[in-house]
T-cell receptor, first 116, second 114 residues
């Protein structure tokens, strides 16, 4: 069984300051991990993904995440927040054991608010 | 590339009627499509997985006779909510994958049952 826990339901940061969105996972297999962003009334967009390659993953829009197996964490960071980053962020785990038919398990989401 | 569309984007129907939602992969062939449900301010819950030409696999607790899924081609899957009730009101999202680990998501369909 796989699961993912997003530790903060809501994060507020000032524009230009760092962003940290926390995620812990549980998986029976070697997991794939993703971060998706959902802007209001828009579909989910993939920010970045980890699939057993480099543990530090760089994504779009300046976001990155580090896979830490010992801590079962996959926290999302960005050095400097922009107003356009305000959205809902989902940490997602996938069971790689069923290639081509993977089920994604979503966290409960973190709403990021940017203060001008 | 890798665009998934959904139609309609918003639908209102009366209680007891059925409504069909389409999910299309526009520029790639999707071997597998997934249907999710998202309640307001909550996460996405997987409802079912469909493979082209075969029956969908439903998650535990999802009524297969109520949520009919058809994956008729490599670019189209449909979700029909039969005999809809107000508690079926939700945001329905589909996704599709080809031959990679990444799923591409549609923009979602908001269903309101009155």
């Amino acid at each position: 069984a796989q699961s993912v826990t997003q530790l903060d339901s809501h994060v507020s940061v000032s524009e230009g300051t760092p962003v940290l969105l926390r995620c812990n996972y549980s998986s029976s297999y070697s997991p794939s991990l993703f971060w998706y962003v959902q802007h209001p009334n828009k579909g989910l967009q993939l920010l970045l993904k980890y699939t057993s390659a480099a543990t530090l993953v760089k994504g779009i829009n300046g976001f990155e995440a580090e896979f830490k197996k010992s801590e079962t964490s996959f926290h999302l960071t960005k050095p400097s927040a922009h107003m356009s980053d305000a959205a809902e962020y989902f940490c997602v785990v996938s069971d790689q054991a069923n290639f081509g038919n993977e089920k994604l398990t979503f966290g409960t989401g973190t709403r990021l608010t940017i203060i001008p | 590339g890798a665009v998934v569309s959904q139609h309609p984007s918003w639908v209102i129907c009366k209680s007891g009627t059925s409504v069909k939602i389409e999910c299309r992969s526009l520029d790639f062939q999707a071997t597998t499509m997934f249907w999710y449900r998202q309640f307001p301010k909550q996460s996405l819950m997987l409802m079912a997985t469909s493979n082209e030409g075969s029956k969908a696999t439903y998650e535990q607790g999802v009524e297969k006779d109520k949520f009919l899924i058809n994956h008729a081609s490599l670019t189209l899957s449909t979700l029909t909510v039969t005999s809809a009730h107000p508690e079926d009101s939700s945001f329905y999202i589909c996704s599709a994958n080809g031959y990679s680990y990444e799923q591409y998501f549609g923009p979602g369909t908001r269903l309101t049952v009155t």
